[in-house]
């Protein structure tokens, strides 16, 4: 998951995820009424393989291995607070998002110029045409390198030409991006 999914898995939740594999699991178990065996079954892994995990036994009591760790938290992730994404994404799309950025930005330029890249942090209002295009991106299986472009000619166009009041022809394209994080809301 590259850095621009991150930040917007980021923006849709309001609580963090558990963070610990015992609370993912009990997360899980309340999410699947209690039942083991449902549990197994999304996790693909036996009923009695769960209830070791959850056991208050000390002795009887097994930690899952690296690959049920990551199918946990993929399962926790997949059902962690759906309501609540489903209005943060409506909200983006309809009224746009704050995009904050630190990325290198310049022209081509000899070395030592005032035009030379540099690291800038960006902080921009996006309008809700680019939230509904990279959310069909990402829905789509888009890479990080199609919806960097697609927030890259977004900022052109915001941050670097002001919606076509200056710079015209400029070219915007991020080459490093260090951070990226959103705000809906």
Same mark, same amino acid.
């Given at each position: %998951?590259?850095?621009?999914?991150?930040?917007?898995?980021?923006? %849709?939740?309001?609580?963090?995820?558990?963070?610990?594999?015992?609370?993912?699991?009990?997360?899980?178990?309340?999410?699947?009424?209690?039942?083991?065996?449902? =549990?197994?079954?999304?996790?693909?892994?036996?009923?009695? +393989?769960?209830?070791?995990?959850?056991?208050?036994?000390?002795?009887?009591?097994?930690?899952?291995?690296?690959?049920?760790?990551?199918?946990?938290?993929?399962? =926790?992730?997949?059902?962690?607070?759906?309501? =609540?994404?489903?209005?943060?994404?409506?909200?983006?799309?309809?009224?746009?998002?704050?995009?904050? +950025?630190?990325?290198?930005?310049?022209?081509?330029?000899?070395?030592?110029?005032?035009?030379?890249?540099?690291?800038?942090?960006?902080?921009?209002?996006?309008?809700?045409? =680019?939230?509904?295009?990279?959310?069909?991106?990402?829905?789509?299986?888009?890479?990080?390198?199609?919806?960097?472009?697609?927030?890259?000619?977004?900022?052109?166009?915001?941050?670097?030409?002001?919606?076509?009041?200056?710079?015209?022809?400029?070219?915007?394209?991020?080459?490093?991006?260090?951070?990226?994080?959103?705000?809906?809301?």
């Amino acid at each position: %998951m590259g850095q621009i999914e991150q930040g917007l898995e980021r923006s %849709m939740r309001t609580r963090p995820v558990p963070s610990s594999t015992e609370a993912r699991l009990r997360f899980l178990l309340a999410s699947h009424g209690g039942s083991t065996r449902r =549990v197994a079954t999304v996790l693909g892994v036996s009923q009695r +393989t769960v209830q070791r995990w959850v056991t208050k036994k000390p002795r009887a009591r097994r930690p899952p291995g690296p690959p049920q760790v990551r199918a946990i938290e993929e399962a =926790v992730l997949a059902r962690w607070q759906p309501r =609540v994404q489903a209005r943060r994404r409506a909200q983006a799309e309809a009224e746009g998002f704050v995009f904050h +950025t630190r990325a290198r930005f310049g022209f081509a330029a000899p070395a030592g110029s005032s035009d030379d890249p540099r690291v800038r942090w960006i902080t921009q209002d996006l309008p809700g045409e =680019v939230a509904r295009e990279l959310f069909a991106a990402r829905d789509a299986g888009a890479g990080e390198q199609q919806q960097t472009a697609i927030l890259a000619r977004a900022l052109g166009h915001a941050y670097f030409r002001e919606w076509g009041r200056r710079a015209h022809g400029l070219y915007v394209a991020f080459s490093d991006i260090e951070f990226a994080d959103f705000s809906i809301g």
